[in-house]
């Protein structure tokens, strides 16, 4: 089955939330592993729900529990499943170090949470057509760090850092060829079939186009999935994949 990830970030109010989580019940997810990354504030609202929990980040820190941190203890208190690690905006807001999505991936698999790892090529990296060199060392600066039996509790979240906010066409072929060498290089290199999810504004009107890239294990989605009524027509396109 494919995934349907809705990173949800820092969006909706607690009374926006709960009609969300309304929502979702009446939502068919039997076909698609469904995920949802509310803001950490609201993941209890979520506990015991049909589908998988994600945390947006973790803290680097928390085993010394810091005030303002959430331990990972208190996240699997809370049946949090899966946890997205070196997103291009903590990357670029939080000028996140690749030492640091490194530690918190190590955590994260130490206490047997799954890691979506984002990785992408910036605007100025796919001009300079070294945008495959780009993903090459992302993966290899965090895989050559782990144990081997971990690789298979990450998902790749291939997300082009140019089209993230962005309304710009599609090129499929590019698309489709930048995961086939994510797979490729992953079995090459460390003989582990990875799954690996495309994000980067998919909307109801292009997901019919990226759904012809059979190689996609689905989507990683955050604007076109604030309003709930879209998820079944998603649901629909990337269940038929």
């Known amino acids: 089955m494919k995934y349907l990830i809705c990173n949800l970030k820092a969006f909706k109010t607690y009374d ?22 509310p803001s950490s504030i609201y993941l209890p609202l979520f506990k015991d729900s049909n589908y998988s929990l994600c945390v947006q980040d973790i803290d680097l820190l928390e ?19 899966y946890a997205i690690i070196g997103h291009f905006e903590r990357r670029k807001y939080y000028q996140e ?56 509790n990450i998902i790749i979240a291939y997300e082009p850092t140019y089209l993230i906010g962005k309304e710009d066409t599609y ?27 495309f994000g980067g504004s998919v909307n109801t009107n292009n997901i019919s186009y990226l759904s012809v890239i059979k190689e996609i294990d689905g989507f990683i989605i955050c604007s076109s ?10 649901i629909d396109k990337i269940s038929n994949m």
């Open 225 to 234: 999935i604030l309003n709930p009524n879209n998820i079944p027509l998603m």
């Open 97 to 152: 170090k690749e030492y640091e999505i490194l530690e918190k991936i190590k955590i994260s698999l130490e206490n047997r949470l799954q890691v979506i790892y984002c990785i992408g090529e910036t605007f100025e990296e796919r001009e300079r057509k070294v945008e495959y060199q780009v993903l090459e060392k992302q993966i290899a600066r965090i895989f050559n760090k782990l144990n081997h039996d971990d690789l298979n």
């Open 63 to 81: 085993s010394k529990h810091l005030t303002g941190d959430i331990s990972i203890l208190q996240l699997k208190s809370l049946d949090v499943k």
């Open 16 to 37: 926006e939330m709960i009609y969300y989580k309304d929502a979702l019940k009446l939502i068919d997810i039997s076909n698609i592993h469904f995920v949802v990354a």
């Open 171 to 197: 090129d499929i072929l590019k698309i489709r060829s930048m995961i086939l060498f994510i797979k490729r290089i992953i079995w090459d290199y460390y003989q582990v079939y990875i799954k690996v999810v």
